[in-house]
């Protein structure tokens, strides 16, 4: 089963703000990383974050952390249908120095 | 490279034939994973390999699967007496490694895999 922990679909109406949420193990993961996959596509790295930042701001992108619940979110602001794709939730697990992805969330614009 | 090249790109073989998937990563990363994703489904980790440590083959399904690495450059996975719950797509990734401080994965395009 995955470590990480994702739910599995999202539907959002184009121009609201879509927000993804994941459930990461490892209190000690130094960065933790979102991924998108656009259909037919490999993955790509959308942003990322230090565990010392509880947010990061990227355009239409806000992340957020919550170290003491292990919780990691993804906003997605005035959603486009260009964002319909599966997004990853990743970190690295410390131990052994290997990324542990979730199961991903697929999210889906409808006009 | 300058990004992780996979191949064959798309493979149909017949139910009982062994493939051989190949994987090359991005020059000087010393950590490289491969996943498998079903269609519609998200991704299965199968193995990660780093530096010179023992391989994590814990995702690995049965014993028909086998991954080597030659030092830090080219990968094989191989499935023997493949079976139709067998196709995917294979995903390759590889980053600098965790002693890097971000580890940033790189994926390569995956080869589809049919078992026919």
């Known amino acids: 089963g995955e470590d990480v922990e994702q739910s599995l679909f999202l539907s959002v109406r184009e121009g609201d703000s879509s927000v993804i949420n994941c459930t990461y193990t490892d209190s000690s993961s130094t960065y933790l990383y979102w991924y998108k996959q656009e259909p037919g596509a490999g993955l790509q790295l959308l942003t990322y974050?230090?565990?010392?930042?509880d947010m990061k701001q990227d355009q239409r992108l806000t992340v957020l952390l919550n170290k003491k619940d292990k919780h990691l979110s993804l906003r997605i602001a005035d959603t486009q249908t260009g964002d319909s794709a599966i997004y990853f939730c990743?970190?690295?697990?410390?131990?052994?120095?290997?990324?542990?992805f979730g199961a991903g969330t697929t999210v889906t614009v409808r006009a | 490279g300058a990004g992780v090249s996979q191949s064959p790109s798309n493979k149909v073989t017949e139910k009982g034939k062994d493939v051989e998937l190949r994987c090359d990563p991005i020059s000087g990363h010393t950590a490289l994973y491969w996943y498998r994703q079903r269609l519609g489904q998200g991704l299965e980790f199968l193995i990660y390999?780093?530096?010179?440590?023992?391989?994590?083959k814990s995702g690995l399904p049965s014993d028909r699967f086998s991954a080597e690495r030659t030092g830090e450059s080219v990968s094989t996975l191989t499935i023997q007496r493949t079976q139709q719950e067998d196709s995917a797509v294979y995903l390759c990734?590889?980053?600098?490694?965790?002693?890097?401080?971000?580890?940033?994965?790189?994926f390569g395009q995956g080869t589809r895999l049919t078992v026919v």
């Open positions: 990743a970190e690295i697990i410390r131990y052994d120095y290997k990324l542990s």
């Open positions: 390999f780093q530096g010179n440590s023992a391989p994590d």
């Open positions: 974050i230090f565990s010392n930042m």
């Open positions: 990734a590889s980053s600098l490694g965790g002693y890097q401080g971000n580890t940033e994965a790189f």
